[in-house]
């Protein structure tokens, strides 16, 4: 109770905000998603990739990262041939379960259960994982050659990628930012995460479901919120890397599915109904499966 109380409730009220004033409201989301996508994250994005100490252990990051979403997708794959799923369905499952919202409810819990510099981790993961999904998450949608177009696309799309690219070659150079433009950098990049809550409250109160199909329903939850962390437990054990980092990584896999996978199943009729089904149930019950997770990983 005291986990919840000291980590999850400071968040869910933030989410819980966003969810009110867009049901009294009916602002639009879209406004706000694009002035934290192209203003506030990058700053972010480039503040944390420039302070970061490049070692070995970004290199098992992006190992992690690949691997957990290989095996999820496999184990999708099979469920979808054992059950005689049509492309589409699968393709909706695949969204709904390989890509967790690792950003905007993933990172802040991080942040109030470990603190500062298991928050260093959760954005870099975050960045990670926002390109994984803007690639395989669009391809997935889309399928087929045109898939694999529009995710190049979307990727180069996306702002932080270039200031990822921008961080690294000054860190790497070791070429200095002036103290005034670092501040400037620093108080934009402060407002992302509340910012990026506020938004995941609204979005789920424009998610509307009808005739829920709980069998895959249940599947979809299973996978993303008991499977996906214990896979990533096990890859903690395997791969090299800081105990911090480990617990990162494990909590960041045991998010729920990402709201902007809704927006891919319907923008490609992957299955828009049963998408935003699960994402909107994985959150509910992520309220219980967290806290959960956050005692036995000792936070």
Known sequence: MAVFLQVVFPVLLIFAAGYVIQLVARL????????????????????????????QEYVMMLAFAAILLAAIIVINKLAAKIRNYDQATESGM???????????????IILFAFG??????AVSFMVLQAIIMNFFGVYYAARGS???????????KMPPTYAVLAALVMNLGSIPVPGSLMSVITLVGDATIPTMM?????????????????MKISYAAFVRLLASPLIAYVLTLVLPMDPMMAN???????????????????????????????????TLL????????????GA
């Open 28 to 55: 639009d989301i879209k406004s706000l998603a694009t002035i934290t996508l192209y203003i506030m994250l990058p700053n972010l994005v480039f503040k944390t990739f420039y302070e970061a100490e490049l070692n």
């Open 94 to 108: 695949i969204l709904s379960t390989a890509f967790m919202n690792s950003g905007n409810y993933g990172t802040p």
């Open 116 to 121: 500062k510099e298991a928050f260093m981790y």
């Open 146 to 156: 045109a898939g694999i177009k529009l995710a190049f696309q979307s990727v180069l």
């Open 198 to 214: 506020i938004t995941l409250g609204m979005q789920l109160a424009e998610i509307t479901v009808k005739n829920m199909n709980w």
């Open 248 to 282: 990162v990584l494990i909590v960041a896999a045991a998010c729920p599915s990402a709201a902007t996978t809704t927006m891919y199943a319907l923008q490609f009729d992957a299955k828009p109904g049963l998408v935003s089904s699960i994402t909107l149930v994985t």
């Open 286 to 297: 992520s309220l219980l499966t967290i806290p959960i997770l956050l005692i036995l990983l």
